[in-house]
Structure formats: C-alpha cells, structure tokens
C-alpha cells in the first residue's frame, strides 16, 4: 500500500472511480444492444432480422463513441490546463452519466446516437483530468504507483458493466428484453453522485494554481512546437498502438465468445435453453478472464517502470501482446482453453495502460499536461473508430463461422510488432522529475 495523506488519497480516490465509471458508461451500451438495436428499429429481438442489424449499428454507435472520446480529450484537455483540474473533472463526469442515463429515454436511432456523442464528449475529457490531478497532487516518489492504481478502476468499470446487465437484463427483468435494456443504461446516472463529491470534497492541485497563475493558454498546436514534438511523438506512439490492440481485442470479445459456444452447443446437440446457458457463461468466461488479467498487467506496470525504465516495460508488454494473440488465435485450441487465454490477452494489453496514466504526465511541462496527455491518449481512437466499425462488418460476413473471427484477430496480434519497431522514438523518463 502506499502511503499518502488522507487528502492525497480523497483525490486519488475520486479520478479513480471518475476513471472507473468513464468506462462503465463507455462500454455498458455493448452490453444491452442485442435488446436496444431491434426496439428501436421495430423488429423482433433476436430474429435473422437483428442478428444482422445489431453488428452493423453496433460498429457504427461504437465508432461514433470512439470519435466522440477523440474530442472529449482534443476539447477538454486544453480546458483542464486553462480552468483547472477540478472544474473539468466534474463537468466531464456529469456529462457522461446525464449522456448514458438520456439513452434509456429514446425512441429512435437518432436520439440514441446525439445522447452517445454527449457520453463520449464526457468520457474523453474526463481521462486527462484525472490523470493530471493525481500526477500533480501525489509525491514525486509515488507517482508510478499512484498512476498505475489509478488505472485498476478500468477492469472494475467493466466488471461492474457486466454485473449491472446480467442482474437487470438477466435476472430483474429478464422477462421483458424490450424494456430491460433501458433501466439498465439507468445505472449510467450513478458518476454523477462522484462528481458531486469532487466539487464538495476537492481542491485545485497547488502545482496547477501555481502554474496558472503566470502561464498563458494552453493550445493543442504547442504540443506540436519543436520543443515538445518529441514528446508527442513518443505519446502517441505507445498509445495508438495500445488503443487500437485492446478496442480490436475487446470489440470482438462477444463475437467471438457466441460464435465458439454457438458451435460447441451445435456439435454437442444443446436445446435452446441450454444453448443460451452455454452463451453466458462462455461469454462471462472471456470477460471476467480479460478483466483478471488486466488488473494483474496494470498492477505489474509499478515493477517493470521502475526496474526497467519505461521504454524496456513497453518492449514487454507490446511483446507480450503479440506472443498472447498470435498464440490464442493462431493455435489449434479447444474452445473454452481459447476464452481462458483472454487472461493473458488482458495481462498485455490490456495491462499495458496502467502505464498511461504516469507516462504521458511526465513527458509534458503543467500548463500542457492535460493537453499534450488528454490528446495522445484519445486521439488514437480516431484511427480506431474505423477498426470498430468493421468489427460489424466481420460479424456479418462470419455470420457466426468462428475461423472468420479467429484469422481476423490473429492478424491484429501484428499491431503491437509494429510497436516494437517503433520503440526506438519513445522518450525514456526513468529518474525524470515531472516538469513544472
């Protein structure tokens, strides 16, 4: 455990579960589509009619969720070096919760894609807040740690995505899927109690009040000046790479999951019932095993930054990536050994951002550091949100084949090689003090 003050720890503990339910509204939407989709398109749930339809308008919402956490980050960042910490914090939090709780509302696709884009405006800026706040108000000598702790709220968001949905659309109102799905994207509301907290309970970190005082206004385009542009470049680096390896890995996560039980219940003879049976627990499997590995690999993060430097620490985890998807998809496994492999999967790279939220603090100067963080590490999502949509795209044509899904994912175990190569332009920051 590390030892803070009790302040210390209050703000650590409020862009903790910002950052947790940033990704517990970001991605409880995925959860409840198969329901939402064809309710507000009027057709049945769960006919040859939605089969098709959910991928394709799930790409699309996922992309523009994507896009829209690009802005959020392009947007707020600057905003957070020139009003503070505090203020952004909150506002980012409050939007994204009003933003998913507006979605249990609507009646048309339209509706649900202005509500998504309010949520992902929030759910961007939010990250570059928090991580500042917690870099610039923890000690120098605890600032790995801190960052790294920060990032084990991620897992949690998704863990808590799954319980909320399999308790409401799979237990409470599991008779009634046409209606389900909206007091499920209810629980959205719960971050804006956090930020009520923040306003109540939270101060500007002196570092930035200092800062402020005498700096001018931040501007995306002086992350880009020649001082900074081999920061940037260092940052975006190890970001793009990482974004697009885990939003490939998570998008596909479900496909991948039904399209193997599918199967397995087709070659064992399963009725309906336990077919659908089969479907969750396979799927909670992949999940809960992603989510398990990813809190061990954010957690080893504080060891492998310290002892090895930063650069060395990416060369693992990017390795690591590679090695884990080549061999979960590239191998002829049994298909339950390939869902228990999520876990190494979620060790790497999913593991791999728990350094993100010391990182990119430290390669810029105070009156940057929410831009220069807030726009390396959302506007790689930019790149992704075409990767997303096709995830639709693939689940059509697969229309639920598994080797489809396997060679497309055995091919994106070559992202995080390109990574490697790539490593001899990120910025080592071992033994660094966080520029003021």
């Given at each position: 455990?590390?030892?803070?003050?009790?302040?210390?720890?209050?703000?650590?503990f409020?862009?903790?579960?910002?950052?947790?339910?940033?990704?517990?509204?970001?991605?409880?939407?995925?959860?409840?589509?198969?329901?939402?989709?064809?309710?507000?398109?009027?057709?049945?749930?769960g006919?040859?009619?939605?089969?098709?339809?959910?991928?394709?308008?799930?790409?699309?919402?996922?992309?523009?969720?994507?896009?829209?956490?690009?802005?959020?980050?392009?947007?707020?960042?600057?905003?957070?070096?020139?009003?503070?910490?505090?203020?952004?914090?909150?506002?980012?939090?409050?939007l994204?919760?009003?933003?998913t709780?507006?979605?249990?509302?609507?009646?048309?696709?339209?509706?649900?894609?202005?509500?998504?884009?309010?949520?992902?405006?929030?759910?961007?800026?939010?990250?570059?807040?928090?991580?500042?706040?917690?870099?610039?108000?923890?000690?120098?000598?605890?600032?790995?740690?801190?960052?790294?702790?920060?990032?084990?709220?991620?897992p949690?968001?998704?863990?808590?995505?799954?319980?909320?949905?399999?308790?409401?659309?799979?237990?409470?109102?599991?008779?009634?899927?046409?209606?389900?799905?909206?007091?499920?994207?209810?629980?959205?509301?719960?971050?804006?109690?956090?930020?009520?907290?923040?306003?109540?309970?939270?101060?500007?970190?002196?570092?930035w009040?200092?800062?402020?005082a005498?700096?001018?206004?931040?501007?995306?385009?002086?992350?880009?000046?020649?001082?900074?542009?081999?920061?940037?470049?260092?940052?975006?680096?190890?970001?793009?790479?990482?974004?697009?390896?885990?939003?490939?890995?998570?998008?596909?996560?479900?496909?991948m999951?039904?399209?193997?039980s599918?199967?397995?219940?087709?070659?064992?003879?399963?009725?309906?019932?336990?077919?659908?049976?089969l479907?969750?627990d396979?799927?909670?499997?992949?999940?809960?095993?992603?989510?398990w590995?990813?809190?061990?690999?954010?957690?080893?993060?504080?060891?492998?930054?310290?002892?090895?430097?930063?650069?060395?620490?990416?060369?693992?985890y990017?390795?690591?990536?590679?090695?884990?998807?080549?061999?979960?998809?590239?191998?002829?496994?049994?298909?339950?050994?390939?869902?228990?492999?999520?876990?190494?999967?979620?060790?790497?790279?999913?593991?791999?951002?728990?350094?993100?939220?010391?990182?990119?603090?430290?390669?810029?100067?105070?009156?940057?550091?929410?831009?220069?963080?807030g726009?390396?590490?959302?506007?790689?999502?930019?790149?992704?949100?075409?990767?997303?949509?096709?995830?639709?795209?693939?689940?059509?044509?697969?229309?639920?084949?598994?080797?489809?899904?396997?060679?497309?994912?055995?091919?994106?175990?070559?992202?995080?090689?390109?990574?490697?190569?790539?490593?001899?332009?990120?910025?080592?920051?071992?033994?660094?003090?966080?520029?003021?």
């Amino acid at each position: 455990m590390i030892k803070l003050t009790r302040y210390q720890w209050t703000v650590f503990f409020a862009a903790w579960l910002g950052w947790g339910f940033d990704i517990f509204d970001g991605l409880l939407f995925n959860f409840v589509a198969p329901n939402a989709i064809p309710t507000l398109l009027e057709i049945p749930i769960g006919g040859a009619e939605a089969k098709a339809a959910v991928p394709y308008w799930n790409g699309i919402l996922n992309s523009i969720l994507l896009l829209g956490w690009a802005a959020g980050g392009v947007i707020f960042g600057p905003l957070s070096d020139r009003f503070g910490r505090k203020r952004v914090l909150m506002i980012t939090m409050l939007l994204y919760a009003l933003g998913t709780a507006s979605c249990a509302f609507v009646t048309e696709m339209w509706q649900l894609i202005i509500f998504r884009i309010i949520a992902s405006l929030g759910i961007g800026g939010e990250w570059a807040a928090g991580s500042a706040m917690v870099a610039e108000v923890v000690p120098e000598e605890k600032r790995v740690e801190a960052g790294a702790l920060l990032y084990t709220s991620a897992p949690f968001g998704l863990f808590l995505a799954d319980f909320v949905n399999t308790e409401v659309a799979g237990n409470w109102f599991i008779h009634d899927p046409g209606m389900s799905w909206r007091y499920v994207l209810l629980f959205g509301l719960l971050p804006a109690a956090i930020a009520f907290a923040v306003r109540a309970f939270i101060k500007e970190p002196e570092r930035w009040t200092t800062a402020a005082a005498t700096a001018r206004p931040a501007r995306v385009r002086e992350i880009f000046a020649p001082d900074m542009r081999a920061s940037t470049i260092s940052a975006l680096i190890v970001a793009v790479i990482a974004l697009i390896t885990w939003w490939t890995c998570n998008a596909f996560i479900q496909a991948m999951s039904n399209s193997l039980s599918t199967a397995e219940a087709a070659r064992q003879g399963l009725d309906v019932a336990a077919t659908a049976v089969l479907k969750r627990d396979w799927m909670t499997l992949a999940v809960y095993s992603f989510c398990w590995g990813g809190l061990i690999g954010t957690l080893l993060t504080v060891p492998l930054a310290k002892m090895l430097g930063r650069r060395k620490m990416y060369f693992v985890y990017f390795a690591g990536s590679a090695i884990a998807l080549l061999t979960t998809f590239g191998l002829d496994l049994p298909p339950e050994t390939r869902l228990r492999m999520y876990f190494f999967i979620g060790l790497t790279v999913f593991g791999v951002f728990g350094s993100f939220t010391f990182y990119l603090p430290e390669l810029y100067p105070t009156r940057l550091r929410s831009t220069g963080s807030g726009f390396c590490y959302n506007i790689g999502r930019v790149v992704t949100a075409g990767g997303v949509f096709a995830v639709g795209m693939v689940q059509n044509v697969a229309q639920g084949d598994p080797a489809v899904f396997l060679r497309t994912m055995f091919v994106i175990g070559f992202v995080p090689i390109l990574g490697l190569l790539l490593l001899p332009w990120v910025i080592e920051t071992r033994g660094r003090t966080m520029p003021d």
